[in-house]
């Protein structure tokens, strides 16, 4: 454990959001323009704050790095601790620069309580950043629970018609998962050794009852934020209900704290639990990929469509994760990253579009190519990517995903990847719908891309090149913490090869 | 016959302060128009009584009344209630015009009233106390003379509370008669020496109902969103804090100590009645509208919470149950300021659309909203993770697991008032406006910072 830069770097990038949070909340509503340009600074700020984290990283290493360690609440031993190993650090980038699209996607589109919204963005920023890199499990309680906050505000104060119905859904279905959560927490605070340090919690060898005990209460919270078949169905009302920021977070980053709860705690603190469970976790998945996606075919709501093809998508993470091998679990990260990026850019997208037309009826749309070039173009792109063309980010997470899974079970491997051609279908079918066809009345006269929304999608575009042409400047990242991560599951019995010798063709 | 020595006043000092306090007001009043006179003298005696509590440890009155640790604890909750209460009444108060102005003459007794309980270490002087306590409160209830529903909320609570303390000396009498002693310790002794006899059990169970009574739990809590509707809000507020926190001071000592040896027996029927109070008070809550009946089933649910660190029985859940009513206490209390503040504020469709016009009251209610369900950062997420974590210690996760379902199931109550505020617009056609002053502005601002404070530094407490 070590922080090799000397200064605190991650609590800094959790609290100056939070910080940047409370001066926005107190400024006069009436500057909206000072609001906003608070709200753009922070967030590019906390951008390249986070940058040495990418550049500094040791890959070298499966310790903790950048590590803050204080007392806080010295009575029940916990500690303000935090820290970050290969499987988090890509997902703390992921946070900051998915957060600054948010805000110049909102820019015009947001119109009441903007101050509020501006607030409510950066808290949520905040406390995602802090749910990652959290090595206490109070701690990390505190902010995934607090995120809820702003979250329920985002979808209820901003959202589309059924947006109240949506938001109490998605706080609900939370709310006990989480508390179930809380309650595994406490038990593995008395049997852990009075400690909620995860590193402490580690090294205690607990029952295999109490393992699978614990195991279900952390799935209880875990699995409904991926979501997991069949607690998912908060998803599509709170996706397609939530403002295309509140889409964008939740696609890109919230759900993807479920994934990465499952290997920060449910696989190394209860591995044999983990190893017995590993084929019912994959056949949820494979039940996600395959219904998710054929609920996609059927839908008539592009927000709705696309937040369905998350199902699909995060069953593929998951399955490579219950995979429990180097390359599952790598593409399960990766993946993860990826759907953060298509997934948030296809959102933003449909933003794009909604803010001129001000429907997300794929019915009210055609011929849309001949209007909007750029934006096509760039929608052909996410499109491709989200259906795992090659050249593409999504092909490398979802090959590295089927080879784990073809490693740990050969039926599963092959009943998920028809889930891919199911996807191919929905994707290309929507992408015709809206953008070939017969010419929509409705969309006549309405501009193509701006600048700011140009700007807004341009890094993600180069992050679906970028990953799915060179995917080895993130895999790396991995490669150190994902093998001790599975030496801790199988004690220290590593079979597969390292995957990164794979990808540059070394054997 | 030897003359009885005076007995040392010592450890009953704040007990005087407060009772001396009112009899003082009762006077004053008299003479005083000015209202403020009488709410700075009930705030300058709780100030008072804060500074000497920690020096005035000690047993008296021939062993019946004892100030330990365990009782200043109350005393201090009780005292926060009271200033607070003063606080939010300042100003309400005059407005609802009552008839009679013993208004704060009876804040002071009952939370003497309390504050003996709190102390009793014999179940007369604990009996003396409760009295006081309900007596006060029954008129602080009624004490808007002229509107039915005060009078029908006084007359409820008035029958019921009578019941409840029948009951009561119905058990203490079956008590006396087996162990020929009222004196908690002395009971404890003596039933660890006889068997356990239908007779104990008997009492035992009467005296849980009489408790439950004060507490409102299930099924002993029909009184309680009547007369929550009914009494002026100040009242309301009051009722909510003191007299429960009141009724968990004596659940601790008398079961604690005095029915130590028939644990099981009365865990069980605590657990029965914690059950079903979780169950009605989150239920009901969830169809109410009315705020106030709606925080009345809501504090019947947190009564239920509480008392499983009471059930669990050891040190910690016990200290988690303190913990507990102090975060309830500020988070109640600034839930009511902010009913008090608004005009119109007890109808829960007056909150639509409430967050555009006051943006600042209604964050402040949202703090208090989500400390009431019990997500961090707030203390009522300290306040439910210590009580939790002290109960599963003790071997009740299954209990925990119940609490945790109905508290889930709470979360959909507290925040349609959230939801209300924020998310709809302002269609109903009464008209709301604030009613500020500065004294109600002090309650909500202390409510707000200890609920943030706790819920961010929670090592200020535990």
Request: glycine share 8%.
């Given at each position: 454990m070590n922080n090799q830069l000397g200064i605190p770097i991650l609590s800094i990038l959790i609290f100056l959001p939070i910080a940047g949070a409370f001066v926005v909340a107190l400024l006069n509503r009436e500057k909206e323009g000072l609001i906003k340009g608070i709200t753009l600074t922070v967030t590019i700020a906390n951008f390249f704050i986070s940058i040495p984290l990418f550049t500094s990283f040791d890959k070298t290493t499966a310790m903790m790095q950048f590590v803050e360690i204080a007392y806080w609440i010295p009575s029940w031993g916990v500690k303000y601790f935090l820290g970050i190993d290969g499987i988090s650090v890509l997902f703390i980038l992921l946070s900051t620069l998915l957060s600054i699209l948010c805000v110049t996607i909102s820019w015009h589109s947001v119109e009441k309580k903007v101050k509020e919204f501006y607030s409510a963005i950066l808290l949520i920023e905040g406390s995602m950043i802090g749910v990652f890199c959290s090595l206490d499990l109070f701690l990390f309680y505190i902010f995934w629970e607090a995120m809820l906050i702003p979250m329920y505000l985002l979808i209820g104060v901003w959202g589309g018609p059924n947006r109240i119905y949506a938001a109490i859904k998605f706080f609900l279905y939370t709310l006990i998962g989480s508390l179930l959560m809380l309650l595994g927490i406490i038990l593995l605070y008395i049997f852990g050794g009075r400690t909620f340090d995860v590193l402490e919690i580690m090294k205690v060898n607990y029952p295999f009852g109490l393992q699978m005990l614990l195991f279900w209460a952390f799935f209880a919270a875990f699995a409904v934020k991926v979501p997991m078949f069949p607690v998912h169905t908060w998803?599509?009302?709170?996706?397609?209900?939530?403002?295309?920021?509140?889409?964008?977070?939740?696609?890109?980053?919230?759900?993807?704290?479920?994934?990465?709860?499952?290997?920060?705690?449910?696989?190394?603190?209860?591995?044999?639990?983990?190893?017995?469970?590993?084929?019912?976790?994959?056949?949820?998945?494979?039940?996600?990929?395959?219904?998710?996606?054929?609920?996609?075919?059927?839908?008539?709501?592009?927000?709705?469509?696309?937040?369905?093809?998350?199902?699909?998508?995060?069953?593929?993470?998951?399955?490579?994760i219950f995979a429990l091998n180097m390359q599952g679990i790598e593409g399960g990260i990766l993946q993860m990253i990826n759907h953060g990026i298509v997934t948030g850019a296809l959102f933003l997208s449909v933003g794009v579009v909604y803010d001129r037309t001000h429907s997300r009826q794929i019915a009210d749309y055609g011929g849309l190519a001949t209007v909007m070039p750029v934006f096509s173009a760039f929608f052909m792109v996410f499109t491709l990517a989200s259906v795992g063309l090659p050249g593409t980010n999504g092909f490398v997470g979802e090959f590295l995903i089927l080879v784990g899974a073809f490693t740990a079970s050969k039926p599963i491997a092959v009943f998920s990847a028809t889930g891919i051609i199911i996807g191919a279908a929905y994707m290309l079918m929507l992408y015709q719908k809206v953008f070939f066809l017969e010419k929509s009345s409705k969309i006549m006269k309405i501009p193509d891309m701006d600048r700011r929304e140009l700007l807004t999608l341009l890094p993600l575009l180069i992050l679906v090149f970028w990953i799915g042409i060179y995917p080895n400047t993130f895999i790396s990242f991995m490669d150190e913490s994902v093998k001790a991560l599975l030496e801790r599951i199988y004690n220290s019995q590593m079979t597969n090869l390292d995957i990164s010798n794979i990808l540059e063709g070394k054997k | 016959m030897t003359p009885i020595p005076f007995p040392d006043l010592k450890p009953f000092t704040s007990e005087l302060i407060i009772l001396s306090a009112g009899l003082f007001l009762l006077i004053l009043e008299l003479f005083v128009k000015n209202k403020t006179v009488l709410s700075a003298v009930c705030i300058f005696a709780s100030i008072c009584v804060l500074f000497v509590l920690s020096d005035t440890q000690g047993i008296t009155f021939n062993g019946m009344f004892v100030n330990d640790l365990y009782s200043m604890y109350f005393k201090i909750i009780f005292i926060i209630n009271l200033v607070m209460t003063v606080l939010i009444s300042i100003n309400y108060i005059d407005r609802e015009k009552p008839d009679r102005m013993e208004y704060y003459s009876l804040l002071l007794f009952a939370t003497s009233g309390m504050m003996i309980m709190a102390s009793a270490k014999d179940l007369v002087v604990l009996f003396l106390g409760l009295e006081l306590m309900a007596l006060s409160t029954y008129i602080l209830a009624g004490i808007k003379t002229l509107n039915i529903k005060s009078n029908e909320a006084a007359i409820k609570y008035f029958m019921l509370g009578a019941f409840s303390s029948a009951f009561f000396l119905y058990g203490l009498a079956i008590l006396y008669g087996l162990t020929g002693s009222t004196d908690i310790y002395q009971i404890s002794e003596k039933i660890k020496t006889i068997e356990p006899s239908m007779a104990l059990v008997l009492s035992m169970i009467m005296i849980v109902v009489a408790f439950s009574f004060k507490i409102a739990a299930a099924p002993f809590h029909m009184w309680a969103p009547d007369v929550y509707e009914g009494a002026p809000t100040s009242v309301t507020a009051f009722m909510s804090i003191g007299p429960k926190a009141a009724g968990f001071a004596v659940f601790g000592r008398v079961f604690y100590v005095a029915f130590d040896s028939i644990y099981t027996e009365w865990a069980t029927a605590l657990i029965v009645i914690s059950i079903i109070t979780m169950a009605v008070g989150n239920i009901i809550a969830l169809s109410q509208t009315n705020i106030k009946r709606m925080l009345a089933y809501s504090s019947i649910a947190h009564a239920g919470y509480m008392l499983i660190g009471i059930i669990t029985a050891t040190g910690d859940s016990i200290n988690a149950v303190l913990h507990y009513l102090l975060i309830y206490a500020f988070m109640n209390m600034g839930a009511f300021s902010i009913i008090i503040l608004i005009e119109g504020g007890e109808q829960i469709k007056n909150y639509n659309g409430l967050a555009k016009r006051y943006p600042l009251v209604s964050a402040l209610m949202l703090v208090f909203m989500f400390s009431l369900v019990g997500i961090p950062p707030t203390a009522g997420f300290i306040a439910k993770f210590n009580l939790f974590m002290s109960a599963i210690n003790g071997g009740y996760l299954?209990?925990?697991?119940?609490?945790?379902?109905?508290?889930?199931?709470?979360?959909?109550y507290y925040l349609r008032i959230v939801m209300n505020m924020y998310m709809k617009d302002n269609i109903s056609d009464s008209i709301v406006f604030l009613n500020n002053s500065a004294p109600l502005a002090v309650a909500i601002f202390i409510s707000t910072v200890m609920v943030i404070v706790i819920g961010v530094i929670p090592s200020l407490l535990i």
């Open positions: 998803l599509p009302d709170a996706h397609t209900e939530a403002p295309t920021a509140g889409s964008v977070i939740l696609a890109g980053i919230l759900i993807k704290m479920g994934a990465y709860g499952f290997l920060r705690f449910s696989l190394p603190l209860f591995p044999e639990a983990s190893l017995a469970l590993s084929p019912a976790m994959m056949i949820l998945s494979v039940i996600a990929i395959i219904y998710g996606g054929i609920i996609c075919l059927g839908q008539t709501d592009l927000k709705r469509l696309i937040a369905y093809s998350s199902v699909s998508h995060m069953g593929f993470v998951t399955l490579g | 299954w209990l925990v697991i119940i609490a945790v379902i109905f508290s889930t199931i709470s979360a959909f």
